[in-house]
């Protein structure tokens, strides 16, 4: 089943939609999990056709969550996205995690007690933290990705423009994924001061880049070169202030061309 402008376009927000048939809104939230998810054996259980997909999005309610997984038993979604209607007529992005669950985990998500922290945002798990880091992941990951958030956001903004919706908002976890949003063409509403003192402050000469003096591992010389470097610093909290309120929107079809990392590597 096909949807166009001309299906979805009055619709004007996740509510509306959420209030048609449960089979139209399924369908039209399937179109937001990537092509190559629904179409990858490796993410079928066995005796299936696809992987196993959980709309929660109820009536009369502005919000919708996807998970996707491979089978049941899974801990991990291979896909998670979840969006919310804002008072303002926009589409807020809330999370997306698309995860390799082939990959090795790392628990930072639970304390030492096996407690969930929410991401790492509540408590850290330091241990786990220092080996995914040293296996390459960014802050708040438990597994590695995939590699289609990209894939994933051309759909989403497509699906915004479908519902009739010209903006899209978001409040990006950590500093790696602002540097993504950015790439996507988004500007900031709050936090662009931050972002351009964070850049300078990690420069060679930078204070921030002084402060990478080995007191531990996430603060080691050199990891201002790299987004993935400087994210964890900040994770540590080397910035000594908050990373919450950093606020960022996009319009539909339009890149607001910030780029607010100097450096060259990821």
């Known amino acids: 089943m096909n949807f166009s402008w001309k299906t979805t376009g009055s619709l004007g927000s996740?509510?509306?939609?959420?209030?048609?048939?449960a089979a139209r809104r399924e369908a039209i939230y399937r179109t937001l999990i990537p092509a190559s998810i629904l179409q990858d054996p490796r993410w079928r259980a066995a005796g299936r056709n696809g992987p196993l997909i959980r709309y929660i999005c109820p009536e009369?309610?502005?919000?919708?969550?996807?998970?996707?997984?491979?089978?049941e038993a899974d801990r991990d979604c291979l896909f998670f996205m979840q969006a919310a209607d804002t008072p303002y007529g926009q589409l807020e992005l809330t999370l997306c995690i698309i995860n390799n669950i082939d990959g090795r985990r790392y628990d930072i998500d639970r304390d030492a007690e096996g407690r969930d922290n929410c991401?790492?945002?509540?408590?850290?798990?330091?241990?786990?933290?220092?080996?995914?880091?040293?296996?390459?992941?960014?802050?708040?990951?438990?597994?590695?990705?995939?590699g289609l958030f990209r894939e994933f956001f051309c759909l989403f903004e497509q699906f915004?423009?479908?519902?009739?919706?010209?903006t899209?908002?978001?409040?990006?976890?950590?500093?790696?994924?602002?540097?993504?949003?950015?790439?996507?063409?988004?500007?900031?509403l709050c936090g662009y001061n931050l972002m351009r003192r964070i850049d300078a402050g990690f420069r060679d000469d930078g204070d921030l880049t002084q402060k990478l003096d080995g007191s531990s591992a996430f603060r080691q010389p050199g990891m201002n070169r790299t987004v993935?470097?400087?994210?964890?610093?900040i994770h540590d909290?080397?910035?000594?202030?908050?990373?919450?309120?950093?606020?960022?929107y996009k319009v539909i079809g339009q890149d607001a061309?910030?780029?607010t990392f100097s450096g060259l590597e990821w």
């Open 119 to 146: 991401l790492g945002t509540l408590t850290r798990n330091i241990p786990e933290e220092i080996d995914a880091m040293r296996a390459g992941l960014c802050p708040h990951q438990v597994l590695p990705g995939l």
């Open 257 to 259: 061309g910030i780029r």
């Open 60 to 71: 009369n309610l502005g919000l919708v969550r996807i998970e996707v997984r491979r089978s």
């Open 237 to 248: 909290g080397i910035l000594e202030c908050s990373w919450d309120g950093i606020r960022i």
């Open 14 to 21: 996740l509510r509306n939609l959420n209030n048609t048939s």
């Open 168 to 188: 899209i908002v978001a409040e990006p976890l950590s500093y790696n994924t602002a540097l993504l949003y950015e790439e996507m063409g988004f500007g900031y």
């Open 228 to 233: 993935r470097g400087r994210s964890w610093a």
């Open 160 to 166: 915004a423009e479908d519902l009739g919706i010209d």
